[in-house]
């Protein structure tokens, strides 16, 4: 099938779009494309989120099981764990995950197993786009040599593209529709079929010279929000010395109408992008001898944050003659951010960990995180009107969740360390900020 045969069953909604990885990204994009009228094939290894999918719910907030159910009932929507069912596709789209390793390398494995599962069923004429976050040059020099050594050829008989994504987890204004979505192929038509998928559901296609400038792009976007964040950390620690309030200083600096743009401090980065991404940039970076400096020493300042925050716990239970150890200590928020389920590499965790390894007694509240299990740290949420009761010595406001009663919490929690500017407004000798 050439270009603009498969541009044309896109057009007329005859052609079958495969996504493979059901999560935060794969999920919304495939109901965008049920909902554009594609007949869509969601692929997904978890046995139990296909089984869920298929039964017409929801795990991602951002996705309300109506539009899951709606979407299976127009018989325009499949959960599969089949890849074997790929031949079916005219278009893949791969939203796998991509973790670093202990050592700070990417860990490309999940890629390459999709690409494994397609080579065995690519077909002439399909149309491959990689969408996980990934440093420039993995579509080239890793998926298409994969996808090409059953014989055919990227360019001559299917497709290759990059596309970045840019979902914001959680974000009411910004969904899949209305944010641009920025496209790359390995040549023309690669570009121009991939930007004919996107069209059926995005507003705004950005079509770009190759693959790796889309791969860039996305990595350029992480790393500036990580060194941003890292300078308001780093300006944050500054204005606690000097006795200057970091949030007034942001949010007047913020009036400026050109030329600035507000990041704000916090306990540090959390979520699969920001402490992750700029990694894989540095990492390609060093293969050809090429140090990055401003990923490191922002990744080695937000790194410090939680440390930071355990330390401003214990000069608040100072204030009250009470030592770390053996204080119980009462997190706010497990997810990475307000208002979603995503913990994540979420900072709560780390500063729960370093509280559990100075003897402090730990627990937390989190609507949306009913439990956490990482290394030493293993607890169940509790609500937080329970320990509104004189029970705990400090409070610690790690994610600025709105459902949070913030003047309940004022009265109810002896100390409070607001690492999120949460308190804004409320004065009181008992809340120290970051
Ligand atoms: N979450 C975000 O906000 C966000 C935003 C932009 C980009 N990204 C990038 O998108 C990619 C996916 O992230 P995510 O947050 O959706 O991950 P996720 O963990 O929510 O979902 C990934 C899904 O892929 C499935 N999976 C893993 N390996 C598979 C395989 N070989 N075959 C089939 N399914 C497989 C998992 O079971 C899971 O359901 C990552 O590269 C991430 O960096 C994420």
Redesign the pocket.
Known sequence: MDAQTLIQKLHDRQATAAV????????PLAIEFAEAGLSVLG????AA?VAALNRGESY?LDVPAAAVSNALSAGRFEAT?E?GRLREADTVNI????PLRKTKDPDLS??V??AE?IARHLHGGQLVIL????YPGTTEEVVQPMLEAGGLLAGRDFFLAFS??????GNPTFRTSNIPKVVGGIDGPSTEVATALYGLVVKSVVPVSNTRVAEMV?LLENTFRAVNIGLVNELALMCRDLDVNVWDVIDAAATKPFGFMPFYPGPGLG???IP??PFYLSWKARQSGFESRFIELAGHINGAMPRYVVDRVSEALNTAGKPVQGSRVHLLGMAYKPDVS?A?ESPAIDIAQLLLRRGALVSYSDPYVPTIEHGDVVLDAVPIEDVLDGSIDCGVVTTNHAAFDYGAIVRGLPLIVDTRNALKGHRADHIFRL
């Open positions: 493979i990885g059901l999560g935060y990204v794969g999920l692929i997904d290894r978890d989120k991602i764990t890849f939203c796998v995950p991509t999940y890629i197993s999709a599962e969408e996980s976050t990934t970045p994504e840019r979902v914001d987890p996305k979520g699969h992008c992750i991404d995503d994540r």
